[in-house]
T-cell receptor, first 115, second 112 residues
Framework: DAGVTQSPTHLIKTRGQQVTLRCSPKSGHDTVSWYQQALGQGPQFIFQYYEEEERQRGNFPDRFSGHQFPNYSSELNVNALLLGDSALYLC??????????????FGSGTQLSVL | GENVEQHPSTLSVQEGDSAVIKCTYSDSASNYFPWYKQELGKRPQLIIDIRSNVGEKKDQRIAVTLNKTAKHFSLHITETQPEDSAVYFCAASRGRDDKIIFGKGTRLHILP
């Protein structure tokens, strides 16, 4: 049973560039949430996707956007990168709408460095 | 908006002693409270969770208590072991499809 997988594991970009991060949820899960974790901080909620739609959004600017595909995998896109976007980006899946509850299972994350 | 405060930010306990981490939440509609453990360089993993209709829950050496009136909940680890060293995050949610909001974390050091 594959857990949550994310790619790439590390990424280095420069200010102003755009980045796309990818996530495959745990088998049987249908909901994907994205979190940003700055060094020494707790995960901050970016948004949640279900049925290919953004269902909830945290306090992040429009530069952060996402997508969910019919196979439940998801992408996080960040435009016009700022130095402050450097962080670990975590994807978490749950099987809420399949009766599996709201427990989040996290991927290992993508470490994004903006220079 | 929703806010989860966690303290202490760092905690050092002697191996074999107990550790307690405390959290408060602002949204009175919150009814789901998970705790996650994140070891260095690894993903956060759920260790225990509690719902608002339960005041306490235990799983071996780990227990969580909830005081809805005061809007605070705590994680208790007894008989601490070296492998308990990690960062622990509390979180809160209204449950169902609501987003889960995390505290800033507590770095727990187990001293030999």
């Amino acid at each position: 049973d594959a857990g949550v997988t994310q790619s790439p594991t590390h990424l280095i970009k420069t200010r102003g560039q755009q980045v796309t991060l990818r996530c495959s949820p745990k088998s049987g899960h249908d909901t994907v949430s994205w979190y940003q974790q700055a060094l020494g901080q707790g995960p901050q909620f970016i948004f949640q996707y279900y049925e290919e739609e953004e269902r909830q959004r945290g306090n992040f600017p429009d530069r952060f956007s996402g997508h969910q595909f019919p196979n439940y995998s998801s992408e996080l896109n960040v435009n016009a990168l700022l130095l402050g976007d450097s962080a670990l980006y975590l994807c978490a899946s749950s099987g809420l709408y399949r009766g599996l509850g709201e427990k989040l299972f996290f991927g290992s994350g993508t470490q994004l460095s903006v220079l | 908006g929703e806010n989860v405060e966690q303290h202490p930010s760092t905690l050092s306990v002697q191996e074999g002693d107990s550790a307690v981490i405390k959290c408060t939440y602002s949204d009175s509609a919150s009814n789901y409270f998970p705790w996650y453990k994140q070891e260095l360089g690894k993903r956060p993993q759920l260790i225990i969770d509690i719902r608002s209709n339960v005041g306490e829950k235990k799983d071996q050496r780990i227990a969580v208590t909830l005081n809805k009136t005061a809007k605070h909940f705590s994680l208790h680890i007894t008989e601490t072991q070296p492998e308990d060293s990690a960062v622990y995050f509390c979180a809160a949610s209204r449950g169902r499809d609501d987003k889960i909001i995390f505290g800033k974390g507590t770095r727990l050091h187990i001293l030999p």
